[in-house]
Every structure is written in C-alpha cells, then in structure tokens.
C-alpha cells in the first residue's frame, strides 16, 4: 500500500505523505468511493503537488497549504488547461481538492477554504457511445473466439453477456463472487458506487451464459471470484479492456467502443424499447435521473434520423 504514496515523495514533506495517506482510507472506508475515484483522487493531488513543488521550489508543508490563495489555485487550473487537460479531469480535479482541504479541516490539521470558492469551466456535454443490437451481438459472437482455453472463452461471453444484459459497470462485475449469482431467480443484487445497492434483471440469455462458464470455472467455491484470470485469482479490468480493444479490431469498431459501451447500449437499447426513464435510472443505479436523461437524447438523434430517411415530408 506505501508504494502508492511514493510519487509524494519529492513533493512533500513526510507530515504531508502520511496525512496524504490517512485522507486516502478516508475516501474508502468512510466516503465508501470506488478505487477506481479514489486512485483518481490521488492522481489529481499529485499533479496539484507537482505544480506547487515548481512554484515554491521546495518540498510543500503544512504552512504552505494553509497560506495557499485562491489565486494559487486557479493558476494550478490554468496551468492545467494549458496542458490540454480535458475539462472533465480538471473538474474532477477541483473535487479531489476540495474533497482533501475539507478533510484537513474536517481532521483539525489546518483551514484553507479558498478552494470552496473555486468554479473550475463546466465540461463540455458528451453523449455516450452506444453500440447497435446488431453490433452488441457480434460483439458477444467475437468474445468466443478470441480465447484459446475454452473456460476463458466462456468467461468473456459470460462476463459481457452479463454486463450488457444488466448494465453493470465493469467494477460492479468483477467484483462478484461465485455466491453472488443467483441462479434461480429472476434478478440479482449490485452493489454499486457508495455502496449502494440495486436490484438488476437476471436475464435467461445471462443466466444461461453465466452456467455454461461455471461448468469450466477451474474453482467452484461460492466464496471465489466469478470472473477470474489465468492464474486464478480475480482478473484485472486492464485484461477486459484488452480484450474489448481486440473485439473492436475485429469488428472494425471506433475507440469509443470500451467495457463501458455494453453498459451504454443496455440502457440505450432499454429506451429504445419502450422502457421508461425512471425504471432505466433505477436499474443503472443513477442517484440523479439527469445522468440518465442523456440516453434519451440518443434515442431522440436515432427517431430523427430515421424520420429524416424515411419521412415523405423530410427534404
């Protein structure tokens, strides 16, 4: 676990590293963040360390962080968009330290509340990437080639057929055990970000797949992984990414087409079929029905297109 406070190294001062690392158990145990926002979190306070170790020119300390002005901050997001960082990331970037600052005072360390008044540029609006139906199934015919163990073809058609038929996240699906599946029934708990819980469909093409890849999982305890790499343990999200980036070769697919694409076309493909907004946010485990709404905007561009190809009246 130190080796990933090192990069704080030749920024800060000890003080400074081992409060780091009490403010990262926070983000987990307490705020309940993925690992995922939370290695992200961490990333973002090394930048802002990097950039304030070539400002003062020495190793940042407490008195340092107390003293820092809301033009510090500011120049660090200047600094920043200048690197052509998106503004996604620099938005992320101003929670990171606004998440740290108030854990500082929150623990009595210091108080610095010129990052609360900081407003970092809206990020532009991006709509998600959807695959077609069509393409979602030849994606899944792809995944059953590409393996030479046929346990691990079986865990790749299993793995996507569960994400896309459930719109999981990537992490939410690697992090199932054996004993998490249940299948004789009709749905299945999740456990998603904040550690909020949700009911999703256990779809019979899911349940199905899911069986077939347990007849060949090399373990079968319940408390084991259900998706597992070669060595046994549970496999890493860089090996799945891998695998998409293969599929997408083979199917000539843009970049845009990632894991989290299958969770896209769920929820797109779920609209597109009738399904109601509120139903969609509920099974994609949205707190905000805003997050969801933008899948309806797709749906909205695809009824257009059609209308415009088809229409009499169109041209």
Not at 35 to 43: G, I, V
Not at 77 to 94: D, F, M, N, T, Y
Request: aromatic fraction near 8%; charged fraction near 25%.
């Amino acid at each position: 676990m130190q080796s990933e406070f090192n990069p704080f190294e030749s920024t800060t001062t000890e003080k400074v590293r081992q409060i780091i690392q009490k403010w990262q158990s926070y983000l987990i145990s307490e705020r309940r963040l993925s690992l995922l926002t939370a290695s992200s979190y961490l990333e973002d306070l090394k930048e802002f360390f990097t950039f304030l170790l070539d400002s003062l020119g020495k190793e940042v300390d407490l008195e340092d962080l107390e003293k820092l002005t809301i033009t510090d901050f500011r120049s660090f997001l200047a600094w920043r968009a200048e690197q052509k960082i998106a503004k996604s990331s620099i938005a992320r970037g101003v929670s990171a330290l606004k998440n740290f600052f108030r854990f500082l005072m929150r623990e009595g360390i210091l108080e610095n509340k010129a990052i609360m008044t900081v407003r970092s540029a809206r990020p532009n609006k991006i709509l998600p990437h959807p695959l077609s139906s069509e393409q979602a199934q030849q994606f899944l015919k792809i995944a059953r080639t590409l393996q030479k163990e046929s346990w691990q073809a079986e865990r790749d058609v299993a793995l996507f057929t569960l994400m896309y038929g459930a719109g999981l996240r990537i992490a939410e699906a690697l992090s199932l055990n054996i004993r998490d599946i249940p299948l004789e029934a009709d749905v299945m708990t999740i456990t998603g970000k904040g550690n909020k819980q949700r009911l999703v469909p256990l779809l019979p093409a899911v349940r199905q797949a899911i069986q077939k890849y347990l007849h060949v999982h090399p373990c079968l305890s319940p408390d084991a992984p259900l998706f597992i790499g070669a060595r046994g343990d549970r496999i890493n999200p860089g090996v799945v990414q891998r695998t998409v980036r293969q599929i997408r070769y083979a199917l000539n697919l843009p970049d845009t087409v990632t894991p989290h694409a299958l969770r896209h076309s769920f929820a797109t493909h779920l609209l597109q079929g009738g399904g109601d907004l509120r139903s969609v946010q509920e099974l994609l485990g949205h707190s905000s029905l805003s997050a969801t709404q933008r899948y309806t905007e797709i749906t909205l561009q695809d009824l257009d297109r059609v209308y415009q190809k088809a229409h009499p009246r169109a041209h």
